[in-house]
């Protein structure tokens, strides 16, 4: 069996400085790290890796600075893994590409990649490259098993959990907290560096010209970014309880609450 786990790397939130003066987000010094929901699919694809014959293959498309991300799945348990240097912030054009690395990579029977991208919560990158692919799909999965040639896991709703069940090749989206992603060990980690490779592809090496990457570039439009406004600093009433309860009403009242 062979599994695709697909992971994306995302800016440290903490380390992000907001340019109010650009009205944009300033990332220059910012750190990374992978995907929550994408480590999340990775430990599901690490878990069904257990049963015999089973290799994951980890994929990402991005910065060479991703290779760190490949590194860590490889520290995790990842058996291959495969850069595909560039970057786009149009999932159409990422579910292009990643479709085209798939195919290169050869018969599959399973792909999984994180349900929501941190940041800026789009969920449509697994979707998209399941019709692209043209295999059924699982989102928002929990609870993954394979048996019989088929894939079953619980998929998360809004108003509880459905039970459902597909053929392979299938693609599932894993949830952020479906499962607690393990931690590599130091001589994993070491040989993830110093003996293991990740191989990089280009998106030519895929066979993807310019003039089919501006097909699918700029989908996705954005018309603004701005700066939030700043909040008002808030007032820490000190005191006993009593006091404090006193206090509070006349603050309110003020503030015209």
């Known amino acids: 069996m062979k599994i695709i786990a697909i992971l994306r790397e995302r800016f440290d939130p903490e380390t992000v400085r907001v340019s109010r003066t650009r009205g944009a987000l300033d990332t220059r010094r910012a750190r990374k790290f992978i995907n929550p929901s994408d480590k999340n699919g990775l430990e599901e694809a690490l878990c069904l890796k257990e049963s015999p014959k089973a290799e994951v293959v980890a ?35 990422e579910a292009l590409v990643l479709s085209r690395a798939i195919g290169e990579l050869g018969e599959f029977d399973l792909v999984i990649i994180g349900h929501r991208v941190a940041g800026y919560g789009a969920s449509q990158v697994g979707p998209r490259l399941a019709e692209i692919l043209g295999v059924p799909q699982i989102t928002r999965a929990l609870e993954v098993e394979i048996a019989d040639g088929k894939a079953r896991a619980k998929s998360r709703r809004s108003d509880g959990y459905a039970l ?42 895929l066979g993807l010209d310019q003039a089919t990457l501006s097909e699918r570039d700029g989908i996705t439009e954005v018309r603004e970014t701005y700066a939030a406004e700043e909040r008002e600093k808030g007032e820490r009433i000190t005191g006993d309880a009593a006091q404090a309860v006193r206090i509070l009403p006349e603050r309110l009242r003020w503030r015209g609450f």
């Open 164 to 205: 459902l069940e597909v053929p392979l090749p299938a693609l599932l989206t894993v949830d952020s907290g479906a499962n607690k992603p393990r931690y590599p060990s130091l001589p994993a980690i070491i040989s993830a560096y110093r003996e293991r490779k990740v191989t990089t592809w280009t998106v030519a090496d």
């Open 59 to 93: 994929l990402s498309f991005g910065s060479p600075e991703s290779e760190d991300a490949l590194r860590e799945a490889m520290a995790m348990g990842a058996d291959e893994a495969v850069l595909i240097s560039g970057e786009s912030p149009d999932e159409s054009l």
